[in-house]
């Protein structure tokens, strides 16, 4: 790989690729706290994302020759995009019945008026996001955070475009009655 300027991110790589225990250190304080993050998302279990966090650890290491640098931030890019396809290996492999177990007979269906989430710190709707059912939190995550459409979500899971739009409709309206449920008990008096 040519390297084209010599940014921190492209020396870290290199020293990766090098087999540096230091530069693994070094990449693991400063991404990992980000990335498990990224993890805990797809898979709220803390145990279940270590393990498939480590894996992706592994991954990143034994694939650093697969890096391509593409400008400042593009580690970070890559390195979530592996960290989210273990995520999602280990719910395939873990956890695929619940990936497939709601209906896709619902056709993309108008969404209700979204509540207002304002005045509701973002820990606490990552906590929500986190409560949703697996198909619902997987589907959610991959549309909403990642932007991917749902011809690619049915593809990166093994369901139908169908499945996703209807799993991605229900995690809305199941968000959506969590919020309103915090936004009364909020507004009621003490």
Not at 93 to 102: A, C, M
Request: glycine share 4%.
């Amino acid at each position: 790989m040519l390297f084209i300027g010599n940014s921190d991110e492209q020396r870290l790589v290199k020293r990766l690729r090098n087999g540096d225990n230091g530069a693994m250190k070094e990449f693991y304080s400063q991404y990992a706290p980000y990335l498990k993050g990224v993890c805990l998302r797809y898979i709220p279990d803390k145990n279940d994302a270590k393990d498939a966090f480590q894996n992706a650890l592994v991954r990143i290491i034994t694939h650093s020759t697969e890096f391509r640098y593409q400008g400042q931030g593009s580690l970070q890019v890559w390195a979530t995009r592996i960290v989210i396809h273990e995520a999602l290996r280990f719910i395939r492999d873990n956890k695929r019945h619940e990936l497939t177990t709601w209906d896709d007979d619902i056709t993309e269906l108008p969404d209700d008026d979204d509540p207002p989430i304002r005045d509701i710190p973002p820990e606490v709707i990552h906590q929500m996001v986190r409560q949703l059912p697996t198909g619902y939190r997987t589907v959610f995550n991959l549309y909403v955070i990642e932007d991917k459409s749902h011809e690619e979500i049915a593809r990166l899971l093994g369901i139908s475009a169908g499945t996703s739009s209807s799993q991605l409709h229900r995690a809305r309206r199941l968000l959506a009655e969590m919020i309103e449920a915090y936004n009364d008990k909020k507004e009621q008096p003490r």
